[in-house]
């Protein structure tokens, strides 16, 4: 089979992701078909073709990799995809099909920042101080968790709107990264902000916060991230290239 027939399909939803299509297409020579959850109103496309919306679990992701004739899965979500990873990998055993994965270095804390690991949106929400004035970093999906919170003050920033109407102590910002240092940190004096919760994302397009976060001393609730499968990883779009680009040229794929 020639270089180009063998399909590979980049999980994606990241710039990472997007960064890896079009380094396969113009680099590698490959072809890779990019799938995305289909959260986004106006998502980037990436480089090669791209398919949008859920598989149905890990049965239909074998039936799509069975129909599409797919060769390799690279998984390149974001780290708090944890369903999609766990589907995929599952998948892939059962395609009996190769799965390599894309994983971004988790942020570690440096001197200076006041951090407080936590597991879940739960224990964030019940850790925050009475009455604070909060910034919160995690996306639209799981702000519910801070709806029974209304002694708090909350700036939620996210992409798209939530689903569900927040209630009057919880105000929405739409924003797109990257954000810079200066925007952050004046984001925070103008707002009051007393406390951040965000994903131990890891990744340069959201660390400012971070860092405005230690120029001002703030306490950050850092969610941690969920397990994923194991699996040969790259830390990087390039590293993941090589991985691909090495098992289609040895012949360990299909
Ligand atoms: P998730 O909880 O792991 O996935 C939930 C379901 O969404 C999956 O079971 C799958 O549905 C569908 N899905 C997720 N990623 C998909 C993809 N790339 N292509 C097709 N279907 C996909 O994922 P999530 O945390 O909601 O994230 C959704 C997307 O947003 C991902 O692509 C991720 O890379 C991106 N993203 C997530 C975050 C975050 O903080 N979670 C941040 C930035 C970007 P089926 O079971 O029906 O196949």
């Not at 710039?15 to 297409?25: H, I």
């Not at 009475?130 to 970093?137: C, D, I, N, P, Q």
């Not at 910002?173 to 240092?181: K, S, V």
């Amino acid at each position: 089979m020639a270089t180009r027939d063998k399909k590979i399909l980049i999980l994606g939803g990241t710039g990472e992701a997007r960064a890896l299509a079009s380094l396969l297409v113009k680099e590698a020579g490959l072809a890779p078909i990019t799938s995305l959850a289909g959260r986004t109103s106006a998502p980037e496309t990436p480089a090669g073709s791209w398919r949008s919306g859920g598989f149905g679990g890990a049965e239909g992701l074998a039936a799509y990799l069975q129909g599409e004739t797919i060769a390799l899965v690279a998984d390149a979500t974001h780290p708090f995809a944890a369903a999609m990873s766990a589907n995929a990998a599952e998948a892939c055993r059962k395609a009996g099909i190769g799965y390599v994965r894309l994983e971004r270095p988790a942020w570690e804390r440096g001197p200076g920042d006041r951090w407080q690991d936590l597991a879940n949106v739960t224990e964030a929400a019940a850790a925050l101080p009475r009455s604070a004035r909060v910034f919160l970093a995690i996306g639209s999906r799981d702000i519910t968790a801070f709806f029974a919170r209304n002694d708090t003050r909350v700036l939620a920033r996210m992409i798209e709107p939530p689903k569900a109407a927040p209630p009057p102590h919880i105000d929405i910002l739409l924003a797109r990264p990257p954000f810079t240092l200066q925007a952050e940190y004046a984001l925070f004096k103008e707002r009051v902000i007393e406390v951040l919760v965000c994903k131990n994302s890891g990744g340069e397009a959201t660390r400012a916060k971070l860092d405005a976060a230690r120029e001002m001393n703030l306490p950050v609730i850092m969610l941690k991230r969920p397990a994923k499968p194991d699996a040969p990883c790259a830390a990087t779009p390039e590293g993941l290239r090589d991985l691909v680009v090495a098992l289609v040229r040895a012949g360990k794929v299909l």
